[in-house]
């Protein structure tokens, strides 16, 4: 609750300077309450990411806050985000871990966006751990689930985004319906995300934030500098950093020193056990610097006179279509042409992957007193930062934006396997321009459209002990250009112990070379390869790999980042293989000299 309690009273007189001169949203927080986040959120983190929501809204805000599980409840009616609305937000703690048993998304959206006011700039932000599970038994419950996701993607979000409602994700597990979340928050205009730890949450809050109320930004480059023009009135600091870390120290450009305990009395500072927040009034020109570990997610808000603007930036890109541009500086509220833009100013926008690698850039180029151009397609899914940075000798701004990366077709097998459901993500792709084919091992499938953007694929009945890939292809005419698409393979029993990419279906799913080590009689369990091909071995490694993954993955967070753990990590692996390969050529003499002579 510390960090709670500082967001609180940095709410009383502190706004980010990126949300100062932004209009007014309605920020509706959804948060479920039912049974499952006693394990993925034990320490009820929500809490704290509420009261960071809170304090980095502006006050000209409305923000109200619903819990769900079984039931909706709304226990922060809408209000303007003033201190007695952010003073609520405190008490809010005990009812987020009064948990229910089932989980009803359908009804939380329907019923938060719907509440008054109705107000125009309206955003709902999921925070969820689950899928849709509704109270019922047996078949029936299957049913009423499926029926009830399937109302949210083709009835619910549609409907919400004809409104203007927009929904941002995010999930809080891994066994979260990922897809459902993904296709709400792209049908309305919103972003997806996926937070596993405590500063993932924040981030992912921060993200959202970022969307719904955008604002101008000055780097932080690698020596953990940044620029200040004498056009900046006031910055403001977000500093990350780990817990247990002491608090960065700000440096001017005269060397004055500005750190948590020792600052002047115009600076704000507000500190937390994993990031600090410092505003500085009218700060002096010059290179600054940070002096301390701070988290890559670290940023400079400005408030100044000279702003950078863009037309609305999508939420959503698609691998392989490049997304046009549109961006211009402005000084109170007009358009500045180039006799007053500074000289030699450039701008360019990238996109990188949260780690910091750049996926695509591009130069935007001037005209009509704009700068346009497009960012290159990419084949990473998932999110990324786009950045856009206007840059002169003079002054810098820039505007970083999350997005989410998501494949223009994407396929999706039925919950009873016997189907593969394919829809068109991208608004260009529908029935009339886009062609697919499929094949299972060789043998084509079935492709039959039932609707004017989505397809399905029968698929046979399989050995449900073996998980089989399906390879779907698609063509498009767009614009004039033949587009072709390879989508990500989708697995037959996916959850079978043994996946096979290629084999007979007419045999038994069987391969030859598994029938020929079966007769040496050899030991299933010890031998290495174990007969199979190297397709099926590669199969088995990826599954293995998942499973392993999921297990190590919280030690390998916490011990990742001491260089020991990686060497020690290669020793074991190596060992390993170099016993399991010495073992099975051991076996495979035994089992020759143990033939019978003809």
């Known amino acids: 609750m510390r960090a709670l309690l500082l967001m609180v009273m940095l709410a009383t007189g502190l706004a980010p300077t990126w949300a100062l001169a932004q209009s007014a949203p309605d920020v509706r927080i959804v948060v479920d309450v039912s049974g499952s986040m006693k394990q993925n959120d034990p320490q009820n983190l929500r809490a704290n990411a509420l009261g960071f929501a809170a304090a980095l809204l502006p006050p000209s805000a409305r923000g109200s806050i619903w819990t769900f599980g079984t039931t909706v409840a709304n226990p922060l009616p809408s209000g303007t985000v003033a201190d007695a609305w952010r003073g ?31 107000s125009a700039d309206r955003h709902l932000i999921l925070l969820t751990d689950g899928m849709v599970d509704l109270p019922a038994s047996g078949s029936d419950k299957a049913q009423r689930d499926s029926a009830s996701r399937q109302r949210i993607i083709n009835e619910l979000a549609p409907e919400l985004a004809g409104r203007g409602v927009v929904v941002h994700a995010i999930a809080l597990s891994n066994n979260v319906d990922l897809p459902l979340l993904e296709q709400v928050a792209q049908t309305t205009g919103g972003l997806a995300a996926v937070a596993d730890t405590p500063e993932e949450l924040l981030r992912a809050f921060l993200d959202v934030l970022d969307r719904i109320l955008p604002g101008d930004q000055i780097p932080i480059d690698g020596q953990q500098r940044f620029s200040v023009d004498d056009d900046i009135d006031e910055f403001n600091a977000l500093l990350f ?40 009034p009218d700060p002096a020109a010059g ?34 279509f490049s997304t046009p541009l549109d961006v211009w500086l402005a000084s109170d ?10 000289d030699g100013l450039t701008v360019r926008a990238e996109l990188k992957d949260l780690d910091g690698a750049v996926l ?4 935007l180029e ?9 960012l290159p397609g990419v084949d990473q899914l998932g999110n990324a930062r786009l950045t856009i940075t206007a840059r002169s000798d003079r002054m810098i701004r820039q505007q970083v934006q999350t997005v989410n990366v998501v494949a223009a077709l994407s396929a999706v097998l039925s919950e009873d396997g016997s189907q593969i459901v394919v829809r068109a993500n991208h608004p260009d792709l529908d029935v009339s321009n886009t062609q697919l084919s499929a094949s299972l091992t060789g043998r084509s499938l079935d492709v039959r459209q039932t609707g004017e953007r989505e397809w399905t694929i029968a698929v046979p009945q399989t050995d449900p002990g073996q998980s089989l890939p399906v390879t779907i292809a698609a063509d498009a005419r767009v614009g004039g250009r033949t587009l072709h698409f390879e989508l990500p393979v989708v697995r037959l029993n996916p959850e079978a112990s043994v996946g096979l990419s290629g084999a007979d279906l007419e045999r038994g799913i069987t391969s030859d070379s598994r029938q020929q080590d079966n007769s040496l009689g050899s030991d299933d369990g010890d031998d290495f390869t174990d007969g199979l091909t190297a397709s099926q071995m590669a199969d088995i490694a ?35 293989i170099l016993l399991r390969w010495r073992s099975a050529v051991r076996r495979r003499r035994l089992a020759r000299r143990e033939e019978p002579s003809i």
Not at 333 to 342: I, M, N, Q, S, Y
């Open 366 to 374: 001037p005209s009509d007193n704009h700068f346009r151009g497009e």
């Open 88 to 118: 609520r937000v405190a008490s809010l703690s005990p009812q987020l871990t009064d948990y229910q048993q089932f989980t009803d998304i359908e009804r939380a959206l329907r019923q938060a966006a719907d509440a008054a006011p109705d």
């Open 241 to 280: 950093h780990a817990p247990g870390v002491d608090s960065p120290v700000l440096v001017g450009p005269d060397g004055q020193r500005y750190s948590r305990g020792d600052h002047p009395g115009a600076v704000e500072w507000q500190s937390s056990d994993r990031y600090d927040l410092v505003t500085v």
């Open 542 to 576: 990826v599954d293995k790999a998942q499973q392993g993954w999921r297990l190590a993955r919280p030690y390998v967070e916490t011990y990742g980042q001491r260089p020991v753990t990686w060497i020690i990590i290669a020793i074991v692996v190596l060992a390993w």
């Open 287 to 320: 290179e600054w610097r940070i002096e301390g570990d701070i988290g890559d997610d670290s940023r400079i808000g400005i408030h100044a006179d000279t702003v950078l603007r863009s037309s609305p930036l999508p939420a959503t890109l698609y691998r392989g």
């Open 333 to 342: 509220g007009e358009v500045l042409g180039a006799d007053r833009r500074p």
């Open 360 to 363: 695509a850039a591009t130069p």
